[in-house]
């Protein structure tokens, strides 16, 4: 097992409509000096690139940001926040939006390119602002370097619960050379947002969370009320998760309904066979050992790799590929092979996904938040042994916690978000980490808010079909109920496999 993926993810989208809430042009908004350079408030920005996906690139406006690292001891060490201004691409209104990443670990400003279609529409009059959550990105990144080190990972012996505590240590004690560990959390990220927000001179924002993200814009609300004008929650994490402890049941259930999919496809379940018992067969064979190693081409560096399949690169693949449905078409393809014995694509695919997340995720970042929110509720479940993952993520998080430095979070932390914000959350049908119920659950408590599922989807769905237009629609007039979502109707999940060249009509 890739101890790795497992913590990684521990837990991973217009037609604009003429302001209608009263609020102003923005008159104070980003300026051009005489030297050509742009200032927000008090904050001065420098023209800078966003990198994205396939080498192409996102222009932007960059800076940094000085803040206290405990912001209880104004006078204490100071760390810089990296901010990322996209203009709108208009005459802006005056609140802008917050994008807020998942992980948690990931960091706004590296995760914006990938979603940056999903904001066009809204950005024809409203700027964004990505602010990398401390320990992420640009800001002090808390990174674990020990985590993705290849020979950590393919060594068999450092899959137990003790060696991924051994390795945490290590990443504790080399991270608390230059930061303290407890100011990292959910509660400081909030903080850092509202203190940015009166840098830049405005009164009120938008606030955009993704998956973790989620949780970040409610705990802002629920803090800030004033200054929170809207909320747009994409994959939703109600105050109430904990979160990785129900993901052992959350991916099963989605791994039922995409396997369903492929029995009621009758080319699918002819020529590929029932996923859920080659699923049973194949794991039963890697989790008996004994399997002699494989050669495999690394599908990145085309190298000829060598390695033992192990139980650990299934479970990796299944818990990662369940996030997006086209990944997840292929499940019934790579089970019959591996049902076969044939672990190469198995085992390519496997490194391709580590390749793929790399550093991504600040691991010490989501410790400090998970440890410090969440650690103390983890529990063993009886009625997850016979699931996938099992209560193997809950276990290792809780050696990693016993470790790891916790700071503290707010004492109404895990009250649900009520008032009168307008809230839109959306959700993906097949979600396998946060499905829509969690969705449904978060609304029932906002008179304003509206939840829309999106049909055959998975996590992340901000981008996706009309979204993007609803998603403007609704930042223009902060009235979810009002949005006419009929276009989502169309959306539908991607065919299984049926064969080695995709689905069969």
Aim: charged share 20%; glycine share 8%.
């Amino acid at each position: 097992m890739k101890p790795a993926p497992f913590s990684l993810s521990l837990l991973a989208g217009a037609l604009l409509l003429a302001g209608c809430d009263g609020g102003t042009r923005q008159q104070a908004g980003p300026r051009a000096d005489a030297q050509g350079k742009l200032h927000y408030g008090a904050i001065a920005f420098e023209p800078c690139a966003l990198a994205a996906p396939g080498g192409s690139s996102v222009e932007a406006q960059c800076a940094t940001l000085p803040v206290p690292e405990n912001h209880d001891a104004p006078d204490g060490r100071q760390i810089e926040l990296a901010i990322a201004l996209l203009p709108a691409k208009g005459m802006a209104e005056a609140d802008p939006i917050y994008m807020i990443a998942g992980g948690p670990g990931q960091s706004a400003i590296e995760s914006f390119p990938m979603v940056a279609n999903a904001f066009s529409d809204v950005r024809r009059n409203r700027h964004v602002l990505l602010v990398d959550a401390r320990g992420t990105g640009g800001s002090n990144p808390l990174l674990c370097p020990g985590f993705m080190d290849e020979e950590t990972l393919a060594d068999p012996a450092n899959e137990t619960p003790e060696a991924v505590a051994r390795v945490t240590e290590a990443c504790r004690d080399e991270l608390q050379k230059t930061a303290d560990l407890r100011y990292y959390t959910t509660g400081d990220h909030i903080r850092d947002l509202d203190l940015v927000r009166g840098k830049i001179g405005v009164e009120r924002v938008n606030l955009v969370g993704v998956s973790y993200g989620t949780r970040v814009a409610q705990q802002y609300a629920a803090a800030y009320p004033q200054h929170t004008r809207s909320l747009v929650l994409d994959s939703v994490a109600p105050n109430s998760l904990v979160l990785g402890q129900d993901h052992a049941r959350n991916l099963e259930d989605a791994l039922d309904a995409q396997f369903q999919r492929c029995r009621a496809n009758e080319a699918c379940l002819t020529n590929l066979g029932d996923p859920r018992q080659q699923l049973t067969l194949v794991r039963e064979r890697l989790q008996a050992g004994g399997i002699a190693p494989v050669r495999y081409r690394d599908p990145v560096s085309g190298e000829w790799r060598e390695e033992v399949p192990r139980f650990g690169h299934l479970v990796g693949l299944l818990r990662m590929y369940a996030y997006q449905p086209s990944m997840a078409a292929t499940l019934p393809l790579l089970l019959h092979e591996a049902s076969q014995q044939r672990y190469e694509s198995l085992l390519a695919q496997s490194r391709m996904l580590a390749s793929e997340m790399g550093d991504s995720i600040a691991m010490g970042m989501s410790l400090s938040v998970s440890c410090s929110e969440d650690a103390a509720e983890f529990r063993s479940d009886t009625a997850d042994a016979d699931t996938v993952l099992g209560n193997l993520l809950v276990d290792l998080m809780q050696q990693q916690c016993q470790v790891w430095p916790k700071g503290s979070r707010s004492e109404n932390f895990r009250a649900p978000l009520s008032g009168d914000v307008p809230v839109l959350a959306i959700s993906g049908e097949l979600d396998p980490v946060t499905p829509p119920r969690y969705g449904d659950e978060v609304v029932e408590t906002l008179p304003n808010g509206r939840h829309l599922v999106l049909p055959g989807q998975g996590h992340s769905v901000l981008g996706t079909g009309c979204m993007p237009k609803l998603f403007a629609q609704f930042v223009e007039t902060a009235d979810a109920k009002s949005l006419d979502a009929k276009c989502l109707d169309r959306l539908s999940a991607q065919p299984p496999f049926a064969g080695n060249y995709g689905w069969e009509p």
